[in-house]
């Protein structure tokens, strides 16, 4: 495959990161791996419904400790309606890591069930659990994933007012050893999302759309935005299509 044909596929891998995406689909689930080799260390990007089924597939119990990160691109159902489960089943298999949960500053969806989690089991809850908020420009790094934010326009149905605003949603870049990946989470067209994906060495990114919506409130991506923007990277894989539509 050459780079500027549409990537449409589910794993990408060099020498140090292999990067498995078990499931996306726009509407549903969203769940992005990012897998050093080195340290046997994961970061998730987004974590939709199924996502502990898909992760127990792929990985068994290593998920309980080996998850060293998880980056919420947006508080969309189909990009953190999976958290809940994973973080009970974290807690009832014993994790003894922190966990550290990156978020764009203002997600209330992410906020709650991390804060319902610390406080009501307070008791029991065998692992430190934190939630960071980030905004464009910020980072946060762990010893194996370093992380930096970049803003991106994400239009939602929260917005019942005329005003084209948009809700709290980043897209990542991560280094893990010499890798630059990019993911740019739900978006629509942006100068941000060019910068935050350009010559990374593999960019994750939303195809919603076959083609350009008639609309001016652009929520996502079509798939020719989304090769363009992927084309700036040495490589890219498109994800986050509408299911019976691909
Ligand atoms: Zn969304």
Redesign the pocket.
Known sequence: MTKNEPAIKSEWENDEVKVIIPYSAAGISNTVVLYSKFTGKMMLLDVGDGSTRDLLDLYGDKIVNEVDVIAIS?G?F??MGGLYTLLGYMRMMGRSLPLNILIPKGCKEVEEIVSFFRSNYRESLPFDLWFHELFDGSGFDTDFFKTRAFEVK?Y?LENVTEDDIFMP?LGYRIRIGQTIVAYSG?TRYCESLETGVRDADIAIIEATHDELPETSRR?HLCRDEAIKAGSLAKDYILIHGIPGYQ
């Open positions: 947006h969309h189909d990009h994400h939602g949603a739900d929520v």
